[in-house]
C-alpha cells in the first residue's frame, strides 16, 4: 500500500512538473505520463487531484489553445477539430469560443495577407481567388469569412 502510496506521489510530482511548463488537457498528461510508465490507474488519481488542486484546468487549456492558434492563424473550424481530437468536451469549446475575443473576419483578412504577401486581392484571378478560399477553408476559416477576406 505504502508503494503505491509513492508511486502516485511521483505521478503528481510528474504531472506538476508538465503543467509547469504549459497548460495540458487530460489527454495529454495522461499520455505523458503512461510514457513515463505510470499505469492507467495511478496517472487518473494523479490527474484528478491536479484537477481538485487546480492545477489543471481544461477550460483554462481551451481558452490557451484558441488564442495560440488563432494567433497563428486558424479559424475556427480547425481549432475545434484539433480541441475534438484531444478530447476536450465539445460544449467547452463552443464556450471558449463564443467567449474568445477573436474577430475571425478579420483574422481571415490577415491570413489572406500574409498569404499573398505584397499582392492585392482585387487584382486576382478566379483561379486565384478559388485557391485562396480553399487556403482559408482549410485553416479553418468558415467560406464566409474566407469570401469576405478575399474581397
Given at each position: 500500500?505504502?508503494?503505491?502510496?509513492?508511486?502516485?506521489?511521483q505521478?503528481?510530482?510528474a504531472?506538476?512538473?508538465?503543467l509547469?511548463y504549459r497548460?495540458h488537457?487530460?489527454q495529454?498528461?495522461?499520455l505523458k505520463l503512461?510514457q513515463?510508465g505510470?499505469?492507467?490507474?495511478i496517472a487518473?488519481?494523479?490527474?484528478?487531484?491536479c484537477?481538485t488542486?487546480?492545477w489543471?484546468d481544461?477550460a483554462r487549456?481551451?481558452?490557451?489553445?484558441?488564442?495560440?492558434?488563432?494567433?497563428?492563424?486558424?479559424g475556427?473550424s480547425r481549432?475545434?477539430s484539433?480541441?475534438?481530437?484531444?478530447?476536450?468536451?465539445r460544449?467547452?469549446?463552443?464556450?471558449q469560443l463564443?467567449l474568445?475575443e477573436c474577430?475571425w473576419?478579420?483574422?481571415a483578412?490577415?491570413?489572406?495577407?500574409?498569404?499573398l504577401?505584397?499582392?492585392?486581392?482585387g487584382s486576382?484571378?478566379?483561379?486565384?481567388?478559388?485557391?485562396?478560399t480553399?487556403f482559408?477553408v482549410?485553416?479553418?476559416?468558415?467560406?464566409?469569412?474566407?469570401?469576405?477576406?478575399?474581397?
Open positions: 500500500m505504502a508503494e503505491s502510496s509513492d508511486v502516485l506521489k505521478a503528481i510530482a504531472s506538476l512538473n508538465l509547469s497548460e488537457c487530460r495529454e498528461l495522461k503512461a513515463r505510470f499505469c492507467a490507474e487518473s488519481s494523479a490527474i484528478e487531484y484537477i488542486q487546480g489543471l481544461e487549456y481551451t481558452e490557451c489553445w484558441i488564442r495560440s492558434r488563432a494567433a497563428k492563424g486558424f475556427p481549432i475545434r484539433e480541441l475534438g481530437a484531444k478530447g476536450i468536451d460544449a467547452l469549446v463552443e464556450e463564443n474568445s474577430d473576419f478579420e483574422l483578412v490577415k491570413a489572406c495577407h500574409k498569404k504577401s505584397h499582392q492585392e486581392t486576382l484571378s478566379r483561379e486565384q481567388k478559388l485557391k485562396l480553399r482559408l482549410g485553416r479553418g476559416f468558415s467560406l464566409e469569412q474566407a469570401r469576405a477576406a478575399i474581397e
